[in-house]
């Protein structure tokens, strides 16, 4: 044991010695506002038994991680986000990542198939294929995966207000591969809270899209079990400016409405909670990082259990995703992009995702580039076969400091929950815009800092350089977008349009009732409807939500 007590120590050997170090004088503290000592010890634990009470991987309260073993039995899946200009084109880079070793897909759709617009629309123009690919019809689906066998593969889409319609495209797909849907493994993320708080691409108001999300867990308990039907994402709300705590409290609240509506639905909590996955972000603070994933599941089991009185372990377990930040990434010096992404995802891996995106250095730019991407990935491989930090379960379990920081993680996020519950719960709260203005708070917060020093950016803020010259971006051409709107026009000219009515008035009908919609989408996907037209049934039965002004 030391011969002295921590305070006595910090008086008599820490104080004096800092003294030396006036330029080192500043607050040191996390995203969150914790601050951070200059050493911890036991003290700092409140005696707490951790050897005890943190317990083991695979178990209750899954601090340590939802698998007994985790990266010694199976590596988390490698993921790279990819989708731009065409299906054809974006089918190439699926086939190049998967050759390089990427074990997953992440789909990213382009700006008018999130917000439900066909290409042809006019305010589509400029936009097919820029952040993702174009996906009009099933036609467009059919060319996406095109000598993928969906039977193999694990599939992410990151698709909101459509997901009900993407989804059905997959399945339709896939059955047209001869893959049966029970087979299909995937997550597609089905999130429509978030958008309303941080991203923006939302179609109709709340409550009827939350009818959409429920009708997907229905559906997929039936028939495609193994898919993971919502991936509840507190990454958009942390690129706005959340800090970690409002990550983890947000996502998890957010959470805790989706899990109310189905039981409210009828669904047995044990037969659809074990499909509920997760998306976060990881930022730079590394030791933060860890901690806050640690805190998020050790919190959500306790949710799950105590408040919903779950009583299978898989429905208590937070699995989720991580990617890389892609607000940290900067133009200057934008190959410091790099080691940013690598302290990232090696804190995802620390704190034990299941699943990982690592971003590229050109991301500040363009849409990734071939080179880059595949630096990414190899940051991710690099980590998994050369670090060592797969070898053992949670690593840093037991750090003074980690354990310090998982709690008043735990701590602060409930704080923000019990707040979320006053108000009504997470619909209302968004409602209310009150983590919309949290959130915008934390982001000015964060922007002054940078903006007066006292948040230091490399390159930006600090050790700055002239601007560099870029070459190899990737460049979107736009004869794309033509080839586009032919193939649209040919399918609209091929297709049966007297099936294509048909089943547009059973998905009416269907919406205007209380029927689960995902049959009339399966069958509007296969007689050729497009996102556009199906999602114009939508607007006249549900409306559409106004961007709220938060004050």
Not at 32 to 54: H, K, M, Q, R
Not at 372 to 378: F, G
Not at 488 to 517: C, F
């Amino acid at each position: 044991m030391p011969s002295k007590s921590k305070r006595e120590w910090r008086e008599k050997v820490v104080e004096p010695t800092l003294k030396r170090f006036p330029e080192r004088q500043e607050r040191f503290e996390t995203t969150s506002g914790v601050e951070i000592d200059t050493v911890y010890t036991p003290e700092d634990l409140n005696g707490f038994d951790y050897v005890t009470a943190l317990g083991y991987p695979g178990e209750f309260p899954f601090t340590r991680g939802v698998q007994p073993t985790m990266y010694r039995g199976r590596l988390w899946t490698m993921r790279q986000y990819a989708g731009f200009a065409s299906a054809e084109e974006s089918n190439r880079r699926y086939r190049y990542l998967l050759e390089q070793g990427q074990t997953g897909l992440s789909v990213a759709f382009d700006l008018p198939t999130q917000i439900g617009y066909d290409s042809d629309h006019p305010i589509s123009q400029g936009e097919i294929g820029k952040v993702g690919v174009p996906i009009d019809t099933l036609k467009d689906m059919e060319i996406l995966f095109q000598g993928i066998p969906l039977d193999k593969v694990s599939t992410s889409m990151t698709i909101n207000s459509t997901a009900p319609i993407l989804l059905a495209m997959y399945i339709v797909v896939a059955k047209k591969q001869g893959v049966d849907p029970e087979k299909l493994e995937g997550t597609i993320q089905n999130d429509i809270l978030k958008e309303y708080v941080a991203r923006g691409t939302y179609i109709f108001p709340p409550r009827p899209s939350m009818r959409l999300i429920t009708d997907i867990f229905e559906y997929c308990r039936k028939h495609v079990p193994r898919w993971n039907t919502i991936s509840i994402s507190g990454y958009h709300m942390r690129e706005a400016g959340a800090t970690a705590a409002q990550e983890i409290a947000f996502t998890l609240a957010n959470g805790i409405a989706y899990v109310q509506a189905a039981v409210d639905r009828g669904l047995d909590i044990d037969a659809f909670a074990g499909r509920l996955s997760f998306f976060f972000a990881s930022h730079n603070n590394l030791f933060e990082e860890v901690a806050k994933f640690r805190a998020a599941r050790r919190l959500w089991a306790k949710i799950m259990r105590d408040r919903f009185g779950a009583k299978d372990p898989r429905s208590w377990m937070l699995r989720f995703h991580t990617q890389t930040a892609g607000s940290t990434l900067t133009a200057q010096q934008p190959h410091n992009n790099i080691i940013r992404t690598t302290i990232q995802a090696l804190a995802a891996v620390l704190g034990g995702t299941q699943s990982l995106h690592t971003n590229s250095w050109d991301e500040a730019y363009a849409t990734p580039s071939e080179g880059a991407v595949t630096i990414a990935l190899r940051t991710q491989q690099i980590l998994a076969y050369e670090s060592g930090i797969a070898d053992t379960v949670d690593p840093l379990g037991g750090s003074y400091l980690v354990e310090y920081l998982t709690d008043s993680l735990e701590r602060e996020a409930k704080k923000y929950i019990d707040k979320i519950d006053l108000l009504g719960g997470a619909v209302a709260a968004i409602e209310q815009g009150y983590m919309q203005r949290e959130i915008q708070e934390s982001s000015y917060r964060y922007q002054k800092e940078v903006e007066t020093g006292q948040r230091i950016v490399v390159g930006v803020n600090k050790f700055v350089s002239p601007p560099p010259k870029i070459e190899g971006l990737l460049r979107i051409n736009p004869e794309e977008a033509k080839r586009q709107l032919e193939r649209l026009a040919q399918v609209k000219k091929e297709r049966d349009n007297i099936k294509v009515s048909a089943a547009l008035k059973k998905l009416e009908a269907a919406a205007q009732g209380s029927e689960n919609t995902m049959p009339a989408f399966l069958e509007c996907v296969e007689a050729y409807a497009t996102i556009g037209e199906m999602c114009n049934v939508l607007r006249r039965v549900f409306g559409e939500q106004k961007e709220a002004i938060v004050v």
